[in-house]
Each structure stands twice: as structure tokens, then as C-alpha cells.
């Protein structure tokens, strides 16, 4: 075998792990970290408390080239390897266990083009942090809900968000990516470069390659925008929910409103109105003031506030290191019997922590064609999807069957479409669901660009034979 980890693929016997980590510590800029090492165990720890997995070895690169000869040694071990980005999906798909972890974390490099209205991202950059970095220009581009996600993960999935009605998903936003592929090649996904490629990736996630930056069209933004949470008694959320069904369907696309069941610390529930207006705040004023007038809202919250403000706003709810299961679902209409089913759900909930969410979706991200991207359900309305939240190993299995429960009790308003970003270890059914028609082409790209299928730990899509 060549010593020489920039070396294309070789089919000799596996490279030893020991020889394999004397490589990367030859070669590699960033770290090596080993289950014995000072750091090793918060280190393997993702943002799931419930994921509990012993890596081999823990890879932490610093740059590009670090990535290049990270998949270089690892195709070459035979090992399990997972990718890690800001290490927030559900199902802990970016660590393994006795396999080697690929960690981008470190690769945070952002440089944003005002002219151009474009920003090169380096693939270890949280939301919260690339929200930052563009703001500091007034531009903006679509990214989740959650200032400590990862970008990498949420917009190779798709990543809709607070701007997505108004500008689609990140993936939308995606004008090119550069990427290590499994066989070792660096090369770059754009309109002109492997097209194949930058449609893949929109929405397909890690299946293709290791991308390590993303370039990003952004849009003009705030800084303050109107925002915050509208809240409801539980009591009273039956009557507002239809109303906001109503009021979400006629909505601008500027408007993005989430409905979110949720306990307060004092042990109140609540349905909280989670509101955005990705425009200016006078108009945003005009749009919102039929729901801020329905019914009698116990806080309403809604104001000119920061948009960094706004994107880490939810923080508090997801802290890293608790035990989370959910089980999410696309829905295009929201019947009154759904509205019972979500209410009769959350009554249920064991315990305080855990949520109920519909995330909106539609506006500009629906506008997109079906097989424009390999992002599938376009045009569903709401992800819908109860968060059970807990801290004691002890509550798993119950916290755990209240999430499939409610999700069983929502199945009949259901497309049948989910979301990659927000699918567990569901199986292969799950997966062809949440990409639909462009499952086939996913396979044949993935024959194209990983026919070994070395990235299999994410929503794995079959290389076609
Ligand atoms: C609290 C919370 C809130 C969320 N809110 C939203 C939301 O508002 N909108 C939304 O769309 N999604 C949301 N998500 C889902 C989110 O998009 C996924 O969890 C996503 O995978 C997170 O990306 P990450 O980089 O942090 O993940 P990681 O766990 O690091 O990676 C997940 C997978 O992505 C792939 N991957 C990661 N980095 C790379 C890379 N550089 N190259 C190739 N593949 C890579 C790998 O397959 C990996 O297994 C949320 C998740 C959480 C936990």
C-alpha cells in the first residue's frame, strides 16, 4: 500500500488502525485523538445526551487538505466513518462506534462578498456563528432554528428556517461546494463543475462526499426585524390554532410562524406562536396584527429585535446533552381532527421539557420544482414532529414511546414525505420517503460518486447496481 495518504484508492489488505493513526499524526495539521487520550470523552459526545458511542479514533481537521488525507487513511482501514459537522443530528449519525470520526468542527473560516452578495463557509461553522459573520454585512441567508446546529448537516439535508418562505432553503441558497469525494479528489460542485453533483447535495447530505465550504447567496436583512413569540394558554389553543392555520395559509412569504406546544418552568402549558418577518418592520406590523389580535394571547412578545437575537431565541429549549428522540412528518393541511390529535398529544406528554412542533414550511421553498434539487416534499405546508426532551436514562423508553405515539396519531394527516434533517435510525423505507421520485437519480449519483458507499453513517442512499 502506498504510504502516501494523498494516494488514490487501493484495494490492498486494510491499513492497521495503529498504522493508519501514525499516518494521520505524520501528516494530518489538525488532531488525532485516541480513546485514551486527555479530552477523548467529551470529545466523542454529540449534541443527543442519548448517543453514547467509543469512535476509534476522532480526526480533527484544520483544513482541506487535512480532509483529503483523513478519507484517505480511512478508505484505506476498512473502518466505519462518520462525518461531523456541528454534531446536532438526531440519530448521532457523525460518531461511530470503533470506526473513525471525520471532525470538521474546526473549520471555520467565513468570508462574505458584500458586492456579490456571496459568502465562502467553512463546513465546522455553527448557524449562530455564520448568522454573526453575515450580519455584520445586513445580509442573511436561510439556516435554522437553532444558533448551535451545524451548517454543513442542516444544508446538505435541505435547512429550512426562519427565511426559507421568503428565500427557500439553504440548499436553495447553495450556489457551490467543495468537496473531498471518497476516492480522495477535491473537487467542486457548482452550476458549471459536476452539476450532478450540486443537485445531489442539495438535500441529499452526506451520501457524496466530505464538503468542506459551502458558497451562499445571501439577501439583505434587518439587522432588526420584527419577531418573538406570541403565547396562548393551553386552554385557548384549540380556537387559536385554527385560526393560525387559516392565517399561516394566506400568510406573505416574509411571514415564517411556527406553532410550538411547550411547559413553562412554573409548569403552565402553552402554545407558543414562534413569528418572523423577513421584511421591513412597519410591514411586518401590517401582516402580523390579525394574529397578534386573536383571542387573548397571555404574553405577546413580538417586537424589532436583533435577527442574531431572533436565530438564538430557541436556544434554551435544545441544550446540548440531553436525551432527545423525535419522529417528524410533513403535512400539508392541518384539519381540525389533526389539531385535536396534536392537543390530545401533548396533554399526554410525561414530562415538562418536551415540545410539540409544527415548523412552517411553503412560500419560495414550494416554488422550487420537485426535481429541481434532491431536497424531496416541496410542498408540504408544516414539518410536524413531538421532541421528547429528558434527562434520566431511566425515562428512555417511556419518553420514547410518547414521541411514537403522537407521531402514529398524526399518521393519518400525514403526506407520507419526511424530512431527511429530521429522520432517526427509521430505515431505508424512511429514507426513499424523504426523497421521493429523486431517490433513483440519488442512487445513480451515488454510483457515480461513492460506489463503495464509505459515507453510509446519514440517511444512506444505495449506490445503484
Ligand atoms: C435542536 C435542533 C434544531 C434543528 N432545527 C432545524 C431547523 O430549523 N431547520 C432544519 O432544516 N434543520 C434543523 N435541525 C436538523 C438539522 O438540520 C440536522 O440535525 C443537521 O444534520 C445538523 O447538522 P450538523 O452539521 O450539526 O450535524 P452533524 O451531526 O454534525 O452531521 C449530520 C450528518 O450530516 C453529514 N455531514 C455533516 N457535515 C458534513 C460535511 N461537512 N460534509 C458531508 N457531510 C456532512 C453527515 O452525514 C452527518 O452524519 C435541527 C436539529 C436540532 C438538533
Not at 288 to 317: E, K, N
Request: aromatic share 8%.
Amino acid at each position: 500500500m502506498d504510504t502516501n495518504p494523498m494516494a488514490p484508492a487501493s484495494h490492498g489488505a486494510p491499513l492497521s488502525l495503529d498504522a493508519a493513526v501514525e499516518r494521520l499524526r505524520t501528516h494530518l495539521a489538525g488532531d488525532v485523538l485516541l480513546p485514551d487520550a486527555d479530552g477523548y470523552d467529551a470529545a466523542r459526545l454529540v449534541w443527543n445526551g442519548i448517543i453514547d458511542k467509543r469512535p476509534a479514533a476522532i480526526l480533527f481537521c484544520k483544513s482541506a487538505e487535512d480532509v483529503v488525507q483523513a478519507v484517505n487513511v480511512a478508505r484505506a482501514t476498512g473502518l466505519p466513518v462518520a462525518v461531523r459537522g456541528g454534531g446536532h443530528n438526531i440519530a448521532g449519525a457523525s460518531v461511530c462506534d470503533g470506526g473513525l470520526v471525520i471532525d470538521l468542527s474546526r473549520m471555520k473560516a467565513v468570508r462574505v462578498d458584500p458586492k456579490r452578495r456571496t459568502v465562502r463557509a467553512e463546513a465546522g461553522l455553527t448557524l449562530g456563528e455564520f448568522d454573526t459573520a453575515t450580519q455584520a454585512h445586513g445580509l442573511a441567508t436561510t439556516m435554522g432554528v437553532n444558533s448551535d446546529t451545524g451548517i454543513a448537516g442542516l444544508t446538505l439535508g435541505g435547512g429550512f428556517g426562519r427565511l426559507g418562505r421568503k428565500h427557500g432553503l439553504a440548499c436553495d441558497n447553495l450556489l457551490s461546494a467543495e468537496i473531498v469525494l471518497a476516492d480522495g479528489r477535491m473537487v467542486t460542485a457548482s452550476a458549471t463543475e459536476n452539476p450532478d453533483l450540486l443537485w445531489a447535495i442539495r438535500g441529499g447530505g452526506g451520501n457524496f462526499g466530505i464538503v468542506t465550504a459551502f458558497t451562499y447567496r445571501l439577501h439583505p436583512l434587518g439587522p432588526r426585524i420584527l419577531g418573538g413569540l406570541l403565547l396562548h394558554d393551553f386552554a385557548h389553543a384549540r380556537e387559536v390554532l385554527r385560526f393560525y392555520r387559516d392565517f399561516a395559509a394566506g400568510a406573505p412569504d416574509e411571514v415564517s410562524a411556527d406553532a410550538v406546544f411547550l411547559t413553562m418552568p412554573e409548569g403552565q402549558r402553552m402554545l407558543a406562536l414562534s413569528i418572523c418577518y423577513a421584511g421591513p418592520v412597519e410591514d411586518g406590523e401590517r401582516a402580523l396584527a390579525p394574529l397578534r389580535a386573536f383571542g387573548t394571547p397571555v404574553a405577546d412578545m413580538i417586537a424589532p429585535v436583533a435577527y442574531t437575537g431572533l436565530q438564538a431565541s430557541a436556544d434554551p429549549l435544545f441544550q446540548r446533552g440531553r436525551r432527545y428522540y423525535w419522529k417528524a412528518q410533513f403535512l400539508k393541511l392541518l384539519p381540525d381532527a389533526a389539531i385535536d390529535a396534536l392537543m390530545d398529544g401533548f396533554a399526554r406528554a410525561p414530562l415538562p421539557l418536551s415540545l410539540m412542533v409544527l415548523q412552517q414550511v411553503g412560500g419560495a421553498i414550494a416554488r422550487v420544482g420537485g426535481d429541481a434539487t434532491a431536497y424531496g416534499n416541496r410542498d408540504a405546508a408544516y414539518d410536524c414532529f413531538p421532541v421528547s426532551i429528558w434527562e434520566s436514562p431511566a425515562e428512555d423508553e417511556r419518553q420514547i414511546a410518547w414521541a411514537r405515539d403522537c407521531w402514529t396519531a398524526m399518521r393519518p394527516f400525514g403526506t407520507g414525505g419526511v424530512y431527511a434533517n429530521n429522520l432517526g435510525d427509521e430505515g431505508e423505507d424512511r429514507v426513499r420517503a424523504a426523497y421521493g421520485p429523486n431517490y433513483a437519480r440519488l442512487s445513480v449519483l451515488k454510483a457515480k460518486y461513492d460506489p463503495d458507499n464509505l459515507f453510509r453513517l446519514n440517511q444512506n442512499i444505495q449506490p445503484a447496481r
